[in-house]
């Protein structure tokens, strides 16, 4: 089966675009390099935004530069202290990210939620906001936003070319080093939120904190941590406490910091931090223990586990507004003394605060799109907590939409990505009770359509593919216990299954295959002619008996962002 994917994803995939296409491009941005000017970009022809996103993807580290990093062979700090160095050679300083007003934020889950209800209040305000944020879900300058807004096709593609064209001039002189795409993305995402001159920037960690790149600011106004949960051990560590000690590495000197209600081992080891640190660390209280005047506040996000995020959103934002508006004080220092965290004052909020909260849209997070006899749910849980914060919202979402009469067919579209444990995931799944389950890797589709926003060298396509037929067989002995046939391959030359049975599991070659075949005809969007996917087998058509006779199809999407980004691509291209 795998040989057989592979000769799919070799015959249309984007992965094997010509050698000859991408040498021109990058021809043309060497080109356009060599002629870079510090004033507005200039514009030379064929330099477009798929250009500067080709020579983009040069800088992902490669499959087996991350397998070093995650065994060890590399210094974990080397990410930061490469950062000043970057920041000159691109025409930046350190002190020159003093004055971006920096509210810096990490966590394990629901640290980008955070960042989207802060930047959404304090847009409320009127204040002209930066936000960056990653990864991206459709386009690589959703990252990368002014007034809540992805940053257009033209700017980025001008802002890109200047700071790229600094670093390649000076490379030969730094052993022809360049930063790599996470780095490069951080250091184009201060230069424009200088060059635009945004009243504050919202800054979200990348991975953890200490060591993380966003941590070359030196004076944020406010720091933040979400909720803590076990995720990219091989980097941070295997225990909350390790995990703890990273996320608290962004805590500064005499710089207020909050976070949510943590596990006490984490607990006790922010608490830690912030008195060796010397910065005075609040805890967030409840969301109802806010009090307005129209009543319980209301949130554009959807599921329980947001109320916390807004809550500590709402002190964030309340303590940048002091600081910037209210008298010029510092805040008080920890007792070194105390042995605990102290609760965060709750306060009334404004009508902005109220506004910004209830307005707040984080696209691939709790999110709903609905179209005729399709509802898609969708979200980039990919940890054991944001996992189980997914299947109760599923739950409680699916649930009120099943009011519409006739049957109803569930269905869970899923792929989990790097080291995470896809068969501990999908155990919490099986409360939700699907009536099919699909598996796909996260390939928009098999045929090359010149969206380089989407392609992924961090991965091998082999270890995607490996991975989604391993999810399949662990789905299957979760749910039935059975492992004696193979998963179907739903393409024209594929094998035929070993035993015909009812499909309660299947695996497709990408995205926009398992859609398509999700969805029956139903859905306009996956039927336009710019989209070509691998056709289904005849022999599989009998499999979609249950789709074809439901009067409603849900389908949630879950395990990966990058899934969910991709399916958003086909389904609504504009969100972001």
Excluded at 78 to 92: D, K
Aim: hydrophobic share 40%; net charge neutral.
């Amino acid at each position: 089966m795998m040989a057989c994917l592979l000769r799919v994803l070799q015959r249309h995939s984007a992965f094997g675009a010509s050698c000859s296409e991408r040498d021109s491009v990058f021809r043309l941005a060497s080109w356009a390099v060599r002629n870079h000017s510090t004033q507005a970009a200039p514009h030379f022809p064929g330099m477009e935004y798929q250009d500067a996103i080709w020579t983009l993807n040069t800088l992902q580290s490669n499959a087996s530069v991350l397998q070093q990093a995650r065994s060890g062979q590399r210094d974990p700090r080397q990410q930061l202290l490469s950062m000043p160095g970057f920041l000159e050679r691109a025409g930046l300083t350190v002190e020159q990210l003093d004055h971006l007003n920096i509210i810096h934020i990490t966590g394990t889950k629901g640290k980008g939620s955070t960042c989207a209800f802060t930047e959404r209040i304090l847009r409320t305000y009127g204040f002209r906001t930066g936000f960056y944020s990653s990864p991206h879900l459709v386009q690589v300058r959703e990252r990368i936003r002014i007034d809540g807004r992805p940053i257009s096709n033209e700017l980025f593609t001008k802002y890109f070319w200047q700071v790229y064209g600094r670093l390649d001039e000076t490379k030969e002189a730094h052993g022809g080093t360049m930063p790599a795409y996470f780095r490069f993305l951080t250091i184009l995402a201060f230069h424009i939120f200088l060059q635009e001159k945004v009243d504050l920037a919202i800054i979200e960690v990348g991975i953890g904190g200490a060591y993380d790149c966003t941590n070359v600011v030196r004076r944020p106004w406010v720091c933040g941590i979400a909720s803590l949960g076990i995720d990219h051990t091989q980097i941070l560590g295997d225990t909350i406490e390790k995990i703890a000690w990273q996320k608290a590495g962004i805590f500064k000197p005499g710089v207020p910091a909050f976070t949510v209600r943590q596990p006490q081992e984490a607990m006790a080891v922010l608490r830690d931090r912030a008195r060796e640190i010397q910065c005075r660390l609040r805890v967030c209280p409840d969301l109802d223990r806010y009090q307005t005047e129209s009543g319980a506040l209301q949130l554009g996000l959807a599921g329980q586990h947001q109320r916390s995020n807004a809550s500590l959103a709402l002190q964030l934002c309340h303590t940048w507004l002091q600081r910037r508006c209210g008298p010029d004080s510092s805040p008080a220092l920890p007792d070194p003394n105390s042995s605990s965290v102290l609760q965060a004052d709750s306060f009334r909020p404004g009508a902005a605060m109220v506004k910004g909260l209830a307005d707040t849209h984080w696209a691939g997070r709790n999110q709903t799109l609905r179209r005729g006899a399709m509802t898609y749910f969708l979200d980039g849980a990919h940890t054991h907590r944001s996992m189980q914060a997914c299947v109760q919202w599923f739950q409680e979402a699916a649930q009120s939409q099943s009011g519409a009469s006739g049957a109803v067919v569930r269905v869970l579209l899923f792929n989990s990505t790097g080291q995470r444990d896809g068969a501990a995931m999908l155990k919490l799944l099986l409360p939700c009770h699907f009536d099919l389950v699909v598996f796909c890797p996260n390939i928009a589709e098999t045929v090359a359509t010149g969206n380089a926003d989407q392609q992924n060298f961090n991965v091998t396509v082999e270890a995607m593919l490996t991975c989604c037929l391993d999810n399949e067989r662990s789905w299957r002995l979760l749910s039935d216990g059975g492992d004696e046939y193979a998963a179907p391959l739903l393409i024209r030359d594929g094998p035929a299954p070993l035993a015909e049975r009812k499909a309660d599991s299947l695996v497709f070659p990408c995205i926009l295959s398992a859609l398509r075949w999700i969805a029956q005809g139903r859905d306009p969007v996956l039927t336009e002619p710019a989209q070509t996917a691998p056709p289904v087998t005849p022999s599989m058509a009998a499999k979609a008996a249950l789709l074809q006779d439901a009067a409603h199809i849900h389908i949630l999407v879950t395990g990966s962002l990058h899934l969910v980004g991709g399916v958003l691509k086909h389904l609504d291209p504009e969100d972001g």
